[in-house]
């Protein structure tokens, strides 16, 4: 039987999908709700799918955040260190157009409900202005990112203020003389922390434990690239050279009047911020503990400290969310998610995740190798080990960092280690600009 692929999404997962099974001559169909191509990283001030803001910038570094097939000096050699959200939208939208992904993917076209038939078979329902269809193909790759779906902390108390989530906020502006108070320790939590600070009242963050905040450049260079080089010594080891490191650059957290850590390098997901440090010692962000309830416009902290706020910025993360799916077939909401290499289901052949790991680094380069494996299955030129369902037990057993239990914390990798992973799986030559690979190849 012939097959027809569906992937669902055209973020910077899915066009990598969409790409590596055109390349193998295949028949492949991508549906996407936005009206482009970039997923997260087309920025709205609207509620949309992204969970950009205005200031947006990556945090990986961009020589370690490109596609092999398409590296930012294919795209262009003046792209910044750190790209914003803009220089990383024009880039995805200049691979699809590269790779002549666009005549392959149906936008505006939310994906409703996906039903597995058999190996062979996967009814998709979807609705495109109003009108819903259902059409059968033979596998499904499912590229619908895990940054979207607001995941919201519960409190004693009502907070009779503003109350939001990181993901509808777009820009400072609306936060002008209001005081402010933003939860979290994550990427989210600190960027819009540094932003609200610039002008608000009064900005504070809250922490309900200690995180090391890395700043994104080390001796000059960006700091993954420093940890790109040290990726030979033992994880242990590197990982007591980085706090090491961090010590003498950056000082212990109680110099800043933060939350010490008391974990290991790893053990919980890495916040990269320049800024942070900076506003606090500057008066501009107050370090708070963590919330034990809302009285009505007051926050009682764990230390009985009171105070009254205007909005509170909840920086708490996202579901990892398929709405598609009936729960009973699949449901990694609440973890663990046992996927040989991220991506392969235990049981359905004709069921695949791309993308759906959270590296400490960068997500596409790990979704580009992902997408080649899954492609050279799909054309018979690879294939997946028999023992596949002990292999996805392994992959819950024994992580690559044994992290602490909290709900962001179920599909972690090391970022060289993954793509060691994948690259085991792939021949030599396996980059291929070229946008008619197939015929050239197959
Ligand atoms: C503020 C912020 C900053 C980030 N910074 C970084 C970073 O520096 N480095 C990094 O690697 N990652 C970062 N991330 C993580 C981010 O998830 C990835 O960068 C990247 O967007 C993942 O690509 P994706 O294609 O898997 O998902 P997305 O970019 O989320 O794309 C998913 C696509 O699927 C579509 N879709 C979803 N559901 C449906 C449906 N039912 N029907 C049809 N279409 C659907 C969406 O419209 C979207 O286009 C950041 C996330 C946030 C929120
Ligand atoms: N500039 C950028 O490139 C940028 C900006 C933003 C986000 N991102 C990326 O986007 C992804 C999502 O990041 P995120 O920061 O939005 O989410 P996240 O990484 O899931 O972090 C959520 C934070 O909220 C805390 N938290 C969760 N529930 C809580 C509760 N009930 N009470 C108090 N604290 C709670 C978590 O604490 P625990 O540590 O206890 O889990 C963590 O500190 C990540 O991949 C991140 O790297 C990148």
């Known amino acids: 039987m012939p097959k027809k692929i569906a992937v669902i999404g055209a973020g910077p997962s899915g066009i990598t999908a969409l790409k590596n099974l055109l390349d193998q001559g295949l028949d492949a169909l991508a549906f996407d709700r936005n009206q482009d191509v970039g997923g997260n990283w087309i920025y709205s001030e609207n509620d949309s799918h992204s969970s950009v803001f205005e200031t947006t910038h990556i945090i990986s570094s961009k020589t370690l955040s490109q596609y092999a097939d398409f590296t930012f000096d294919d795209f262009d050699p003046n792209t910044s260190d750190y790209p914003s959200h803009d220089e990383l939208r024009r880039y995805f939208q200049a691979y699809a157009r590269k790779f002549n992904l666009y005549d392959h ?213 996202y579901y990892l969310s398929h709405p598609f799916f009936d729960k009973n077939l699949i449901d990694y909401s609440s973890g663990p998610v046992p996927l040989y290499l991220k991506m392969f289901h235990p049981e359905y052949r004709n069921l695949y995740f791309i993308g759906m790991f959270q590296p400490l680094g960068c997500i596409w380069p790990g979704a580009e190798l992902q997408s080649k494996i899954m492609a050279r299955e799909l054309a018979g030129l690879w294939k997946r080990p028999e023992h596949i369902k002990e292999l996805c037990k392994l992959e819950v057993k024994r992580p690559h960092y044994k992290q602490i239990d909290t709900p962001r914390h179920t599909i972690t990798v090391d970022y060289h280690k993954f793509k060691k992973d994948l690259l085991r799986h792939l021949p030599k030559g396996f980059i291929s600009k070229n946008p008619d690979f197939q015929k050239v190849e197959v």
């Not at 940054?147 to 519960?154: D, G, L, T």
């Not at 009779?160 to 400072?172: D, N, P, R, V, W």
């Not at 963050?205 to 690239?225: E, V």
């Not at 933060?258 to 290991?264: G, Y």
Request: glycine share 8%; aromatic share 12%; with cysteine.
């Open 105 to 317: 993917i149906r936008f505006n076209t939310l994906v409703l409900h996906c039903e597995r038939i058999d190996d062979q078979e996967w009814l998709i329902t979807t609705e495109t202005d109003g009108i819903k269809k259902t059409e059968t193909f033979t596998d499904l790759v499912v590229c619908n990112g895990h940054h979207w779906n607001p995941r919201w902390p519960q409190y004693p108390g009502e907070f009779t203020g503003e109350f939001l989530h990181s993901h509808t906020f777009k820009k400072a502006e609306p936060f002008k003389d209001k005081r402010v108070l933003v939860i979290g320790g994550g990427n989210s939590a600190c960027d819009v922390a540094v932003e609200t600070s610039r002008v608000s009242k009064m900005t504070a963050i809250s922490w309900r434990r200690g995180y090391r905040i890395i700043p994104k450049f080390f001796f000059g260079q960006p700091s993954d690239k420093i940890g790109e080089r040290s990726t030979w010594i033992p994880l242990r080891l590197r990982s007591f050279f980085f706090d090491l490191l961090l010590k003498i650059m950056v000082g212990d957290n109680k110099l800043y009047g933060l939350r010490e850590v008391e974990n290991k390098f790893g053990e919980i997901h890495p916040t990269i911020n320049d800024e942070l440090l900076y506003k606090i010692r500057h008066g501009k962000v107050k370090p708070r503990l963590d919330i034990k309830h809302f009285s009505e416009n007051k926050v009682v902290f764990e230390n009985g400290l009171e105070e009254e706020y205007d909005t509170v910025i909840a920086c708490t993360g």
